[in-house]
């Protein structure tokens, strides 16, 4: 009898991505105001859960992003179990800029490696949608008063024309991309002694009738 001795080399194994297409895709709303000025939380965050398994005994696995993580609207990372998190960042000016809507795309490269250096990639990807935010008052106290005087007479019988008319300029600005502004008056203007306007600049006029 002889003895026949057989060596066998394991060799690594790539991981194996177990996670579902739905744990690749998440989504975020911008945070802004509702139509009468109400605040709207938005959705800050999105996750998703990813997972591989190794056929090899004993592997383990890091997970880790790949490249530098576009930041242009918040901040997207992984965990060591594989659990990716978005948070939209509501203080950018490019979030900010969003108009309701509007929506913007990333996607970002996730990489599982095992403990001998094979590793597979994933793309996770997330959409932005703006909201509506609205607009901002920049003109200055002063230009919310005015005062008209009545035409009338001196004692001696002078006429005196008096001041007819009172104007201010409103301002607002809007953050919303492509956003435009109109103007009008709340309600039915007090015609009690005159009448009282605003043009599509903003420009408002009061003009006392002295008739």
Same mark, same amino acid.
């Given at each position: 009898?002889?003895? &026949?001795?057989?060596? *066998?080399?394991?060799?690594?194994?790539? +991981?194996?991505?177990?996670?579902?297409?739905?744990?690749?895709?998440?989504?975020?709303?911008?945070?802004?105001?509702?139509?009468?000025?109400? !605040?709207?939380?938005?959705? +800050?965050?999105?996750?998703?859960?990813?997972?591989?398994?190794?056929?090899?005994? =004993?592997?383990?696995?890091?997970?880790?992003?790949?490249?530098? +993580? !576009?930041?242009?609207?918040? @901040?997207?990372? &992984?965990?060591?179990?594989?659990?990716?998190?978005?948070?939209?960042?509501?203080?950018?000016?490019?979030?900010?800029?969003?108009?309701?809507? #509007?929506?913007?795309?990333?996607?970002?490269? &996730?990489?599982?490696?095992? !403990?001998?250096?094979?590793?597979? #990639?994933?793309?996770?990807?997330?959409?932005?949608?703006?909201?509506?935010?609205?607009?901002? *008052?920049?003109?200055?106290?002063?230009?919310?008063?005015? @005062?008209?005087?009545?035409?009338?007479?001196?004692?001696?019988?002078?006429?005196?024309?008096?001041? +007819?008319?009172?104007?201010?300029?409103?301002?607002?600005?809007?953050?919303?991309?492509?956003?435009?502004?109109?103007?009008?008056?709340? =309600?039915?203007?007090?015609?009690?002694?005159?009448?009282?306007?605003?043009?599509?600049?903003?420009?408002?006029?009061?003009?006392?009738?002295?008739?």
């Amino acid at each position: 009898d002889q003895t &026949v001795t057989i060596t *066998i080399t394991g060799t690594n194994d790539s +991981p194996v991505i177990t996670n579902s297409a739905t744990q690749l895709v998440g989504s975020v709303v911008e945070a802004g105001d509702l139509d009468d000025g109400t !605040d709207v939380a938005g959705t +800050p965050t999105a996750t998703g859960q990813l997972s591989a398994t190794d056929v090899d005994t =004993g592997a383990t696995q890091t997970w880790n992003v790949q490249g530098t +993580p !576009d930041a242009t609207y918040g @901040s997207f990372a &992984v965990d060591t179990t594989g659990k990716w998190t978005y948070t939209l960042d509501n203080t950018k000016a490019a979030t900010q800029a969003l108009a309701e809507g #509007d929506t913007q795309t990333l996607i970002y490269t &996730v990489r599982v490696t095992d !403990d001998k250096g094979a590793y597979v #990639d994933q793309t996770v990807t997330i959409t932005i949608t703006g909201t509506n935010d609205s607009p901002v *008052i920049t003109n200055s106290a002063t230009q919310l008063v005015g @005062s008209v005087v009545e035409a009338g007479d001196l004692d001696d019988g002078t006429d005196v024309a008096g001041t +007819p008319t009172a104007t201010g300029q409103l301002s607002a600005t809007d953050v919303d991309t492509g956003a435009t502004q109109t103007w009008n008056v709340q =309600g039915t203007p007090d015609a009690t002694y005159g009448s009282f306007a605003v043009d599509t600049t903003g420009k408002w006029t009061y003009t006392l009738d002295n008739t």
